[in-house]
């Protein structure tokens, strides 16, 4: 398997301490999971609701188990209330980031805005 370049992930951006991730989540779906792209943003399904901040604590939850880090090190940064999120992930880097998600991607899901 070969590792995308930085340049074929418009998703992700890599900081000092970590990643961050551009995020265009689906609450309410039958099973948490990869979909895809949708623009230019990775498109996770959730299996949560989109009330009282349900599906923004699941999506902290499954990112971290993910990952296998604390919950501390995933940060909402925004998007609270919509369904565009940008979330940093301290401790992860990039490479390890796109096999872990990048590999779930499906060109033929993209979707456009």
Same mark, same amino acid.
């Given at each position: ?5 930085r ?8 900081e000092? +301490?970590? @990643?961050? =991730? ?5 609450p309410?779906?039958?099973q948490? /999971?990869v979909? $895809?792209?949708?623009? !230019? ?10 009330v ?12 971290a ?6 919950? +501390?090190r @995933?940060? =909402?940064?925004s ?8 979330v /940093?992930?301290? $401790?992860?880097?990039f !490479?390890q980031?796109?096999?872990?998600l ?12």
């Amino acid at each position: 398997m070969t590792l995308k370049k930085r340049s074929q992930v418009p998703w992700m951006t890599q900081e000092p +301490d970590g @990643v961050c =991730l551009s995020l265009h989540c689906q609450p309410g779906a039958r099973q948490t /999971r990869v979909c $895809g792209l949708h623009g !230019d943003r990775l498109k996770i399904a959730l299996a949560a609701p989109a009330v009282d901040n349900q599906a923004n604590q699941f999506l902290v939850r499954w990112l971290a188990d993910q990952f296998g880090i604390p919950r +501390d090190r @995933v940060a =909402l940064v925004s998007g609270q209330t919509s369904r565009q999120k940008r979330v /940093r992930l301290s $401790g992860v880097s990039f !490479d390890q980031c796109v096999r872990l998600l990048g590999d779930n991607e499906d060109p033929s899901t993209e979707t456009h805005q």
